[in-house]
Nanobody, 127 residues
Framework: QVQLVESGGGLVQAGGSLRLSCAASGLTFSIYAMAWFRQAAGKEREFVGAISWGGTTTDAADSVKARFTISRDTAQNMVFLQMNNLSPEDTAAYYC????????????????????WGQGTQVTVSS
């Protein structure tokens, strides 16, 4: 079955950086779009960014577009989220997601049920 395992979360000071990784297995990674979401305590899960199956197109939420970068390494079956200039408002559990449909473009409006999900990794930004 599909497994997505996130890593790289932790505690960082405001203004710092973290790089999240997601290792994917159980699917032909190169033909599935990938995305990152986050969920802060007491809030709904929100879209952070996505990358197309071919890696040529990315999208990011307006709140992170200037600071976060999503990328993928098909040879390693991994997707990454580089997060720079972090602020306490970025504190959340971050989740990796893979589209359930090959060759499909995912957007910030793609339904959550259209993804496979990882277990999440916690990011805490102190002020």
């Amino acid at each position: 079955q599909v497994q997505l395992v996130e890593s790289g979360g932790g505690l960082v000071q405001a203004g710092g950086s973290l790089r999240l990784s997601c290792a994917a297995s159980g699917l032909t990674f190169s033909i599935y779009a990938m995305a990152w979401f986050r969920q802060a305590a007491g809030k709904e899960r929100e879209f952070v960014g996505a990358i197309s199956w071919g890696g040529t197109t990315t999208d990011a939420a307006d709140s992170v577009k200037a600071r976060f970068t999503i990328s993928r390494d098909t040879a390693q079956n991994m997707v990454f989220l580089q997060m720079n200039n972090l602020s306490p408002e970025d504190t959340a559990a971050y989740y990796c997601a893979a589209s359930r449909t090959p060759y499909r473009t995912v957007r910030r409006t793609t339904r959550t049920e259209d993804y496979y999900w990882g277990q999440g990794t916690q990011v805490t930004v102190s002020s």
